[in-house]
Nanobody, 126 residues
């Protein structure tokens, strides 16, 4: 059974940084792409960033490109989201997700992710 456990959220001021972590278990972590999504109150869940199995390819939403960095440590079965220059509009619950199958096609589409964490709250005050 796949489990994804996020951590690292919190309340910060605009301009600050946070690093989210997502620890995975249950499958061979190094075989699967990973993604981060977020959902703000009253809004639909949206894609934030994704990384392929090796860490060699990353993909970002335009809203976070240049501010956020996704990375992974396959030895630790963990994926990270480094968030810099945070803005109030980044406030959301952040979820990590694991791809259902091998490959990295359509990394921004949630339907290709089969497993999800419980989420961690990120609040950015102005």
């Amino acid at each position: 059974q796949v489990q994804l456990i996020e951590s690292g959220g919190g309340l910060v001021q605009a301009g600050a940084s946070l690093r989210l972590s997502c620890a995975a278990s249950g499958r061979t972590f190094s075989s699967y792409g990973m993604g981060w999504f977020r959902q703000a109150p009253g809004k639909e869940r949206e894609f934030v960033a994704a990384i392929d199995w090796s860490g060699g390819n990353q993909y970002y939403a335009d809203t976070v490109k240049g501010r956020f960095t996704i990375s992974r440590d396959n030895a630790k079965n963990t994926v990270y989201l480094q968030m810099n220059r945070l803005r109030p509009e980044d406030t959301a619950v952040y979820y990590c997700a694991q791809r259902e199958s091998l490959g990295f096609h359509w990394p921004a589409l949630s339907q290709f992710y089969a497993y999800w964490g419980q989420g961690t709250q990120v609040t950015v005050s102005s």
